[in-house]
Every structure is written in structure tokens, then in C-alpha cells.
């Protein structure tokens, strides 16, 4: 373990540690040389020689170092330091030093929250990845341990640690979804690709647990989760806050759609339904996307029937500049093949779940590590 005392790259005096995930700590840090107070975030010793996890975080500095945005924490400078003691080469990042606290810690605190502060702070992520999108980067992990409040209230937007560069090549070729399994978009579960309406559905479940005050699937471990979120549909947050109007259940559940193409399309497409609801008060009817009718009869939904998983629609989502999809779409017969490979892999990794198989005990392990941090 490092001495807080040390003078990371002859610049930087360490403090104390703010944060620890299954990636990364984070420590309050002085920069010396402009007397700045900032946060220094170390890749773990034991996992800077791991090429893939190494990549994932040189990833995290490429997509913050490229965008600047009210509501995405700044990184202000990156490098290398070479460890003595476990003689690695260690990646670090600096970033501005939020004072306050997660909206994790905001909601274990008081529970869910008023309606007009919900939408504010959803209002501040939409903005947010908005901006990240034009730019081509999805952030793959919206979670409330993710979001910061400051002192004065304002929302900031963190840990890009696996976040996608469009046109980058994935590195989730391995047993583990990224993402953390409560807030898990269905086709980053089942076939570990996203796009841009991945990010709006985990901040749909976001929204949903500001209001409900508990997120839309509640399953006891990993594999469930998973399952819930490729198969069931979430009751309306109505039925658990009944003061929440129902052009609001309407929103939640749009975004919260088994197949893409039904979600809102884009972060400012959700900004403009939710909009009408914040500036009037009222319950304003959300837009209905366009060539579809399935979203027209939400109401009439049967919420606790499970349903099969939704194929991706047929037209991918294209950035702002119209350029190149941010999805490779497969094809119907390699969709079909996809989704039973999937559906097969979550019923055997419950089936190690029940055995006790230690696969899957390493699994749940892992998308532990996020969900309880993530950094």
C-alpha cells in the first residue's frame, strides 16, 4: 500500500484515500506545483499488468480528456508512475475534486426523491451524455454511484471506466458484462454491444429509482438481474409513489423498452419529454417515436408477464452527424442465434448459481465490485 505522504511524480502529494472499486482508487490529492486541490485516480497495482484492464483505463483518460462539459467531471492532466515495491508501471489520472457526495449516497440517505429534484438531476445526466454522444462516446455504466452532487447542488457525471469510443474495438471478450447489473441495458447483457439508447436506459432505471425510490428490477444477485431486465417488464413507479403522474410512468417505461428502437432515440429526445413535465409541473404527454405503435399501448401492458427478449431494431442508431452507426446490427438469422447463445448462458450461470459453482461465484464477484463503486 502506498504512504499518503507520497509525491506522486514529483507533483502530486497524496491524501486520503476518497474511493476504492474493482479498478481503481482514488485518493484526494495537492498538486504542488499550481497549489490545487485535486483527485488522483491510480490504476490497482495487482491489475496494471493486465493488458485488458490496462486498456480499459487508458480508455476512461482518452474519453474524459476529450470532451468538457458543465456536467462531466474534468481531468486535468495524465501519466505514469513506476512503483517500486511491485515494480509496475502504474496509469493515473487527474481530475477536479468534486466536493459532496454521490447520488448513491444521496439516495441511501433520504430515500427517493421529490419529483422536481429527480428531474433535475435527470435533466443534468441527459445534458450530459447528449454531449458525450456527439462526441461518439457511450458511457455504459449510468448508475446513481456515478453521478455526483456537489455542495451547491450541481450534477457531475463520472467514471467513464468502460466506456465506449466509437469506432474503437471492444475488449469485452471475456466471461464478465461491463456495466452493473441493476441498472444493465438488455442487449449489453445478452450480446455485449451498445449504443447511444443504452445510456437511456440505464438512466431510465436511474430516474425510475429517484421516483420509486428502488430501481425497476430487484433480483438477489447478478443472473437475476440479468434476466429480469431481458424479460420482465417493470411495474409503472406509480404503483409504488402514487403521487408520480402518468406521463411520467410513460417516460420510465418508454426508456426502459426491451428493444432499442422503442426507447427514445436520442438524450435529447428524453430532455424534451421530461422538459414538459419539470417546466410546467403538469403531466405532459411524452412524443411517441415515430413508425411505431407498441409504445401507444403501454398502458395496456400486462407489467408483471415476462416477455420473450426483443430482437435490435433493423435501423441503427447514427450519431449526430449522420456519419456511422454506433451499432452493428446482426443479421435476423444471426440475431436469433445470438439471443439463444445469451439466454442459454444467463439459465447456466443460474444453473452454477444454485450448485454453488465457483464460475459463477467469480462472476457475481465482479459485477459486485461494480455495483458497489465502479471506479
Known amino acids: 500500500m502506498m504512504q499518503t505522504d507520497f509525491l506522486l511524480d514529483g507533483r502530486y502529494q497524496l491524501g486520503e484515500r476518497l474511493g476504492k472499486g474493482g479498478m481503481a482508487e482514488v485518493n484526494r490529492a495537492r498538486d504542488t506545483r499550481v497549489g490545487k486541490n485535486v483527485a488522483i485516480k491510480r490504476l490497482k497495482q495487482d491489475l496494471a499488468e493486465d493488458s485488458v484492464i490496462s486498456q480499459r483505463f487508458q480508455r476512461e483518460i482518452t474519453a474524459i ?4 462539459h458543465p456536467n462531466i467531471i474534468s481531468i486535468s492532466d495524465t501519466g505514469n508512475y513506476f512503483d517500486d515495491i511491485a515494480k509496475v508501471t502504474i496509469p493515473y489520472l487527474v481530475m477536479d475534486l468534486i466536493e459532496g457526495e454521490t447520488l448513491r449516497e444521496l439516495l441511501d440517505r433520504d430515500g427517493k426523491l421529490t419529483i422536481k ?11 450530459a451524455l447528449a454531449f458525450s454522444h456527439e462526441h461518439g462516446i457511450i458511457h455504459r455504466d449510468i448508475k446513481p454511484g456515478n453521478v455526483m452532487i456537489t455542495k451547491t447542488g450541481h450534477v ?19 466471461a464478465i458484462v461491463p456495466g452493473t447489473p441493476a441498472y444493465l441495458p438488455p442487449e449489453q447483457a445478452i450480446y455485449g454491444t451498445v449504443d447511444a439508447r443504452s445510456d437511456l436506459y ?3 432505471c436511474l430516474l425510475y429509482e429517484l421516483l420509486a425510490g428502488k430501481p425497476p428490477f430487484d433480483g438477489q444477485n447478478a443472473a437475476q438481474l440479468v434476466l429480469q431486465h431481458t424479460q420482465d417488464i417493470p411495474v409503472p413507479p406509480s404503483t409504488i409513489q402514487a403521487n408520480i403522474p402518468a406521463a411520467l410512468d410513460q417516460i420510465c417505461l418508454k426508456a426502459l423498452a426491451k428493444d432499442p428502437a422503442q426507447r427514445y432515440q436520442t438524450a435529447g429526445e428524453m430532455r424534451s419529454a421530461l422538459d414538459g413535465i419539470h417546466s410546467t409541473g403538469k403531466a405532459t404527454p411524452p412524443p411517441v417515436i415515430s413508425n411505431t405503435t407498441e409504445l401507444d399501448a403501454t398502458e395496456s401492458i ?23 452507426p454506433l451499432l452493428t446490427v446482426p443479421t435476423e438469422e444471426e440475431d436469433k442465434r445470438k439471443r439463444r447463445f445469451g439466454i442459454i448462458l444467463i439459465l447456466v450461470l443460474l444453473l452454477f448459481l444454485a450448485t454453488g459453482g465457483t464460475t459463477l461465484g467469480w462472476l457475481a464477484t465482479q459485477n459486485a465490485a461494480n455495483a458497489n463503486g465502479g471506479i
Do not use: C, M, W
Request: charged content about 20%; overall charge negative.
Open 156 to 174: 457531475k457525471v463520472l467514471d467513464f471506466g468502460i466506456a465506449r469510443i466509437e469506432n474503437t474495438d471492444t475488449i469485452t471478450a471475456t
Open 117 to 127: 429534484r429527480a428531474l433535475e438531476i435527470t435533466d443534468a445526466i441527459l445534458a
Open 65 to 68: 480528456a476529450s470532451i468538457s
Open 302 to 324: 400486462p407489467y408483471a408477464a415476462p416477455v420473450e427478449p426483443v430482437s435490435h431494431s433493423p435501423k441503427p442508431l447514427l450519431p449526430v452527424n449522420q456519419s456511422k
Open 202 to 204: 440505464s438512466t431510465g
